[in-house]
């Protein structure tokens, strides 16, 4: 089973910047894509951004429609770390950003295996 640990979260003002970190534990066999999500207050959980996990290759970004062009998500094999560098943040960006995991794509509506516990990401206005 894979485990994911969330770092990085804390309070910014508006229009400032913000470095998150997701480290996974545990053997990583084949495809495996990591990305983030994240819950507002009174809000569902939405997708933000995901990235393939291979061996062989880095494979494309995606983002959800509100947060691309300010958003910008990488990984590093070699620490089995994904990041997410957060730009130009908004008030609506205050959210748990969770860490998540799966054999499969990420993305809305995605099943989701392995969840991180969550990071607190607040912007003031």
């Known amino acids: 089973q894979v485990q994911l640990q969330e770092s990085g979260g804390g309070l910014v003002q508006a229009g400032g910047s913000l470095r998150l970190s997701c480290a996974a534990s545990g053997r990583i066999f084949g495809s495996y894509s990591m990305g983030w999500f994240r819950q507002a207050p009174g809000k569902e959980r939405e997708f933000v951004a995901g990235?393939?996990?291979?061996?062989?290759?880095?494979?494309?970004?995606s983002y959800a429609d509100s947060v691309e062009g300010r958003f910008d998500i990488s990984r590093d094999s070699a620490k089995n770390t994904v990041n997410l560098q957060v730009n130009r943040m908004k008030p609506d960006d205050t959210a748990v950003y969770y860490c998540a995991g799966s054999r499969r794509a990420l993305g809305p509506g995605a099943s989701v295996e392995s969840w991180g516990q969550g990071t607190q990401v607040t912007v003031s206005s």
């Open positions: 990235i393939a996990w291979t061996p062989f290759s880095t494979g494309l970004p």
